[in-house]
């Protein structure tokens, strides 16, 4: 059996809050968190770090909180503003996720939800 090379791969996330409350970020997160893990087979110690963004209407919590409760305290996490494109989709939440696999690029699984299934056609 062949060892596969372990290597850093970047996976794509995104869901919508129906809310701008911090409750219903924090719950879409989680919820988008735990099924980009559980769809990709991922042990949270081969996490480097997770990149969150929000679109600007999204402003009554910090997404990487959802992962701080979820225990992923020694993960680097970064929370920063989507760029405000008109027309665009609201009230979204996207995550980068750079885990150390064995994976190959086409056998990641990027995951999008809600709303966010248009993203995948862009």
């Known amino acids: 059996m062949e060892n596969k090379r372990m290597q850093t791969r970047g996976l794509r996330g995104a869901t919508t809050a129906t809310d701008n409350t911090a409750e219903e970020i924090i719950t879409a997160t989680r919820v988008l968190l735990t ?8 042990d949270t110690g081969d996490i480097a770090a997770v990149f969150f963004s929000a679109t600007p209407d999204l402003n009554s919590a910090f997404p990487a909180r959802a992962a701080r ?27 980068m996720m750079l885990v150390n696999t064995t994976l190959e ?8 939800l809600k709303e966010t299934i248009t993203l995948r056609q862009q």
Request: net charge negative; charged share 25%; glycine share 2%.
């Open 69 to 95: 409760e979820m225990g992923w305290v020694d993960v680097p996490l970064f929370c920063m503003v989507e760029i405000d494109v008109p027309e665009s989709l609201q009230k979204c939440i996207r995550i």
């Open 35 to 42: 099924r980009m893990v559980k769809e990709n087979a991922i």
């Open 105 to 112: 690029q086409d056998q990641v699984n990027h995951i999008y």
